[in-house]
């Protein structure tokens, strides 16, 4: 193994500053969509002129796809000098909304000491460039290696990846014959190994009533009552029985590794009004009122038993509330995923960790789901993880931000891990 590409990737500290920077104040905003394929010309043109071969592919058809909006994603590739793996770095480029309380501009890429900031930075802008800085160092230092290397910077990770990975690994791009090797560089900590994810179940629940006039409301039924009882059954039976379950998997935070569950939204008889109007509301008995529920489970529970857990409360008072009636309509599901400990990727990178960091690599499981859903589902590649700079805690938080010392850590791994793979 080289020591001089350790000392390469310390050279580029300025130049992964400025690439992360540039990243971030391209406001790739999800939703509704936005410069989608400004980034991935950005992208194409610095990895074009480094012997990328470079395809820029857009998720027609997928959510959210529309001509104002459209679905892009850069896949690059480079062949070594020889047959052997090949060895992919995929990152999202897409950010959440910026939201309120902020102190610094969310798209101005900051540098303060050696911390970045930015809506983007550390979910994932800041592993995205990191991973560009390791291949780049690591093809200066090794020009003959074997195999190929591929980086993507793909679209809608943080509305469920459809219009990204999903469509990649439909048409075989993350095919085991095509790619071998699968690294996605999102914040789980430099000296972290993320095996996988819980799975996530997402519906909307209904309840019915009668419209009917405010100062009479016997004469109505009211829907937003009937979900109070949906809410009351959920605090009284469902939400102890979560608190009682938990995983084997090592998801991070502790708090993650029992069940879950989130209320989204609710929303009930008339709608909010404009900003602006003053109109007072009109006197109604609300004949409909609808949540969204964010239903996260453990790999021990099985999706068939999570929704027949759901619906047998709504049964149960169903039977025992006149007039209560409900639909219950699925939004997404994600099966969890978990790689093998002794799966290639974890193992190497865990050898680049300790020959890199001093320290044994943790191996965790993420709270949320990611990318890696769909290069497993579809793709049907189980060597893949997520592993990259940053703290998870920061992601879609005001003043996101990201280490420079990290990234560049960060960078040292990815790039030894290619040594180990490409070189042998």
């Not at 540098?111 to 800085?133: P, V």
């Not at 009930?268 to 009109?282: K, R, V």
């Not at 020959?355 to 044994?360: K, T």
Request: glycine share 10%; aromatic share 6%; charged share 25%.
């Amino acid at each position: 193994m080289s020591d001089t590409l350790m000392s390469r990737i310390e050279a580029r500290r300025d130049e992964l500053v400025a690439l992360t920077q540039e990243l971030i104040r391209i406001p790739t905003l999800n939703p509704p969509g936005r410069h989608y394929r400004d980034i991935c010309t950005h992208l194409e043109a610095r990895l074009a002129a480094r012997g990328f071969a470079c395809e820029l592919v857009r998720a027609e058809g997928t959510p959210g796809d529309s001509d104002t909006y459209p679905r892009w994603n850069l896949v690059a590739r480079r062949e070594g000098t020889r047959p052997g793996d090949c060895v992919h770095f995929n990152s999202h480029h897409d950010v959440v909304e910026v939201g309120q309380g902020w102190t610094r501009d969310p798209f101005g890429g900051e540098l303060d000491g050696d911390r970045i900031y930015g809506r983007g930075s550390c979910d994932m802008k800041g592993g995205l460039a990191a991973s560009i800085i390791a291949v780049e160092a690591f093809l200066e230092e090794h020009p003959g290696h074997a195999g190929a290397i591929e980086i993507s910077a793909t679209a809608d990770e943080e509305s469920g990846g459809y219009g990204g990975v999903a469509y990649l690994a439909e048409r075989g791009y993350f095919d085991p014959a095509r790619v071998q090797h699968v690294i996605i560089p999102e914040p789980l900590q430099k000296d972290r190994i993320c095996l996988g994810h819980r799975g996530g179940w997402w519906a909307e629940i209904e309840t019915r009533g009668e419209i009917a006039h405010g100062s009479m409301p016997f004469l109505g039924d009211c829907a937003v009552r009937h979900m109070g009882a949906v809410l009351a059954a959920f605090e009284d039976k469902l939400y102890p029985a979560l608190a009682s379950r938990f995983t084997e998997m090592p998801v991070v935070p502790d708090g993650a590794r029992q069940s879950t569950m989130n209320i989204n939204s609710i929303h009930g008889g008339q709608a909010e009004p404009a900003p602006g109007d003053t109109s007072l509301p009109a006197h109604c008995v609300p004949d409909s009122c609808r949540i969204v529920i964010d239903r996260r489970f453990l790999i021990e529970e099985g999706l068939e038993a999570v929704q027949s857990e759901i619906t047998g409360l709504l049964e149960a008072l169903k039977a025992e509330r006149p007039g209560f009636d409900y639909e219950i309509r699925e939004l997404n599901r994600v099966i969890p995923s978990m790689t093998d400990r002794d799966a290639p990727v974890v193992t190497t990178v865990g050898r680049a960790v300790r020959e890199v960091l001093g320290c044994e690599a943790a191996h965790v499981a993420s709270p949320g789901s990611y990318d890696q859903k769909h290069i497993d589902r579809i793709g049907r590649l189980r060597n893949c993880i997520a592993y990259g700079p940053g703290l998870l805690e920061l992601a879609h938080k005001p003043d996101e931000w990201v280490g420079v010392t990290d990234m560049l850590d960060s960078a040292k791994v990815m790039a030894r891990s290619l040594e180990h793979l490409l070189t042998g």
